[in-house]
């Protein structure tokens, strides 16, 4: 398994941390309601809930 040199410097790791947030954010933000139950589902995708488009 590949070992890290060097510790990652907590400022590193904050940003890190913020870019996440940021995509995490941006995923849930396309989140949309199923028509038919009201689950939330990803555009596009079968609703995991009742496995409607
Ligand atoms: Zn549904």
Known sequence: ???PKRRIS???TRVNMAK???K???VLKN???CKKCG???FPHMK??????Y
Request: with cysteine; hydrophobic share 40%; proline share 4%.
């Open 39 to 41: 689950h939330l589902k």
């Open 31 to 33: 989140v949309v309601k």
């Open 10 to 12: 907590k400022r590193k």
């Open 47 to 52: 609703c995991p809930n009742c496995g409607a």
């Open 1 to 3: 398994m590949a070992v």
């Open 20 to 22: 996440r947030l940021r």
């Open 24 to 26: 995490v954010k941006n």
